[in-house]
């Protein structure tokens, strides 16, 4: 496969061209459905080439490999595989050079990761990192990018076409006290370019006005180091209200007054909100293409493993290259027994509070590719829905399907609003979407001064408890404080915490409020809300045998459903599979919201099922150990904080009694 420079150089002068970042998904059924979306975007948009993220700290090795030789060598895209160098010895590194040389890879995003934990963690053999044996590499050390840079080209020479990162609003990083400045960065942008990088990628932005700033002083910069270098702004797809205001508040991406005045006005329309961050993107897009290029104008899609509304962005702003088969003209409905399911992704208008996603009840079916489904009421194979291989392969009509037209398109797009962890475990999208992996989000010197030095367990309950009355603005699970829903519940809570049951997610229940409740509404006018009370909590050893108890009393047994885990993997929950599931991933499948609305199917955009609890069980836990290496090794908030890791179950608990506003919290706390 090409370098990326090479193909960009032999783009036609004043073309265009664009990239899609992709990212490793949490759940093998996520995995699955990633390839045939994959396929589909592939061939109805055409990329010059794709990226897959690599996890913090290398936490994604594998999956990340896996995805780009599935890219590479069976879809035959060019691959670029994202590299980060904190926080992970120099044997890993080499073993994923080596790994992505062998599979064909030619180019690398060269990036830093998550600022570097302290010396006695830093090479340590663990969690991939390192000899596995405890001793320390001090061989190389990658504590900026530039290191990455500089390794790459002294052992690979040029066989890498290497790209690295820049912000166009500058750098949030601590190292820096004036915080934001590109002017601060550009020595240090300077040196990777010099050192040997081929490209520059941008981080996501929505402030026009300022790349526009940033590109002028990278081409007019006196080292002539960004004179004729690709540049690519990297954009991202408004996929939901809420996940954007995540995103740009982790990144720090400023979004203009008059950008967030459109999404404020829709925001209680998951749908409108998606529609018009695709005229937002579009117009940035527009607006950059007709700004002076040294050569070809690129764009990088960060996809979040969706395709709807990057579809519509490439196609309005004519990105997607022509083919002389795109005269053929898109088959969209074709009759088939397909009208007789239920399919995922009809049309609906959003809930307003939450993320949605439309293929959360267990009985849609989403058509796959293999001639075998592994569950019957949740996949149908295409032949059994009569889909006919042709002529549906066209690239108009996978474009069409790319952009959720057609029965075929609604299958296609059936989580095109996911809902993070609460979403659909079969999505690509399944999870906090970023890819990247387990991680606090936030240096060693922001963590010591949010959680400073706990010395006891009571120490960390004294966390969580002020965590929810509002005096520190986050815990390592969760990035926000408590929302006006959970602020209904907030007294329950500290009684839990108290305890010294920490919990980390919940919600109240609800029974027929209205749609457009200002605390609990969400979706279309004129409709009605339910829920089901839950609380995910980190609760003792000792307490959890007689939670258990409990909960598996005959008093009980039928009004709750429950799953539990711990660090070391053990599973138990009130729905466990027979022998002959052991290990599918198949289980119990609860919806914990749901709406009803006229005109509309009943939409269930919250659920916890098995997989999803099991996928976020290995992270949650493995949010422990990062938290713990903040800390000194042998010190004793690291012991205090892996003792928690070690001695603790994360339980999540269902009640079934909607209409018992009282009913779960009289259970845990009698």
């Known amino acids: 496969m090409e370098k990326i420079t090479d193909k960009i150089a032999a783009l036609p002068p004043g073309s265009n061209y664009f990239s899609l970042e992709f990212f490793p998904p949490k759940t093998t059924m996520g995995s699955s459905n990633l390839r045939a979306r994959l396929d589909r975007m592939s061939r109805a948009l055409r990329p010059l080439f794709i990226t897959v993220t690599w996890g913090a700290g290398g936490s994604t090795a594998t999956k990340s490999l896996e995805l780009a030789e599935l890219c ?12 980060t160098c904190t926080n992970m010895s120099r044997k890993l590194v080499d073993r994923a050079l080596e790994d992505a040389k062998a599979l064909g890879i030619r180019n690398i995003l060269a990036l830093r990761g998550d600022p570097p934990r ?9 969690n991939g990192n390192g000899s596995g044996n405890g001793e320390v590499d001090t061989e190389e050390e990658f504590e900026w990018a530039v290191d990455l840079v500089r390794y790459i080209r002294k ?21 820096d006290p004036a915080g934001q400045s590109l002017e601060h960065d550009l020595p240090y942008l300077v040196g990777k370019v010099q050192a040997g990088a081929d490209f520059i990628m941008t981080q996501l932005f929505f402030d026009v006005e300022a790349y526009d700033g940033f590109e002028k002083r990278l081409r007019e910069h006196e080292s002539g180091a960004f004179k004729d270098m690709p540049i690519i702004p990297g954009m991202m797809p408004i996929q939901s209200y809420q996940m954007i205001k995540r995103t740009t508040k982790l990144s720090h991406a ?29 117009e940035i897009v527009t607006h950059v293409q007709k700004e002076p290029s040294p050569g070809p104008r690129g764009f990088h899609f960060y996809t979040l493993n969706l395709e709807k509304a990057v579809a519509f962005i490439l196609e ?8 002389p088969l795109d005269s053929e003209s898109a088959i969209l409905d074709v009759p088939s027994p397909l009208e007789s399911l239920q399919i995922n992704g009809s049309t609906h208008k959003r809930p307003s509070r939450r993320l949605s996603s439309i293929g959360s009840d267990p009985h849609n079916r989403v058509i796959i590719s293999g001639s075998i489904t592994s569950n019957p009421d949740r996949e149908t194979t295409a032949e059994e829905a009569a889909v006919p291989a042709e002529p549906v392969n066209t690239r108009a009509n996978t474009l069409a399907i790319s952009e959720g037209e057609g029965s075929l398109g609604r299958e296609a797009t059936w989580d095109d609003f996911p809902n993070g962890r609460w979403g659909d475990a079969r999505s690509p999208a399944y999870g906090e979407i970023d890819g990247y992996g387990v991680s606090l989000h936030m240096s060693v010197n922001q963590a ?3 959680w400073g030095f706990p010395t006891s367990t009571e120490d960390i309950t004294s966390l969580f408890i002020r965590h929810i009355e509002g005096s520190i603005s986050a815990l390592p699970w969760s990035e926000q404080g408590l929302n006006e829903e959970t602020n209904t519940i907030k007294s329950q809570l500290l009684k839990l915490n108290q305890k010294g049951w920490w919990t980390v997610a919940s919600q109240p229940a609800v029974n027929g409020v209205k749609s457009s409740d200002p605390i609990f509404g969400w979706g279309p006018k004129n409709g009605f809300v339910f829920q089901k009370a839950f609380v995910e909590l980190f609760i003792p050893v000792a307490d959890w045998t007689a939670l258990h108890a409990k909960l598996t009393s005959s008093s009980v047994v039928t009004t709750v459903s429950w799953y539990a885990s ?22 119990s499948t609860n919806a914990v919201t749901w709406g009803a609305f006229p005109g509309k199917e009943i939409i269930t955009p919250t659920i916890i099922e098995e997989v999803s609890f099991r996928a976020w069980a290995e992270e949650a836990f493995g949010i422990w150990g990062e938290w713990g290496r903040v800390y000194p090794a042998r010190s004793v908030s690291k012991s205090v904080v892996d003792g928690c890791r070690e001695g603790y179950w994360l339980v999540n608990v269902i009640h079934h009694g909607y209409v018992e506003r009282e009913g779960l919290w009289e259970l845990l706390l009698k």
């Open 118 to 126: 302290s010396e006695e963690y830093r090479d340590v053999g663990e």
């Open 448 to 450: 010591i001064k949010l």
């Open 566 to 587: 711990n660090a070391s993997g053990s599973f138990l929950s009130s729905s466990p599979n027979s022998p002959e599931d052991a290990g599918t991933g198949s289980g």
């Open 254 to 282: 400023r979004m203009p007054p008059d950008v967030m005045a459109r999404l404020d006005e829709v925001r209680g329309d998951d749908e409108m909100v998606k529609k018009v961050g695709v005229d937002v993107v579009s």
């Open 316 to 323: 309005r702003t004519n990105l997607i290259p022509s083919s």
């Open 72 to 83: 590479q060598r069976e879809l035959g895209l060019t691959t670029c595989l994202h590299l």
């Open 155 to 175: 052992q690979y020479g040029d066989y890498f076409c290497i790209g690295v990162a820049a912000y166009p609003e500058g750098h949030a990083d601590e190292s």
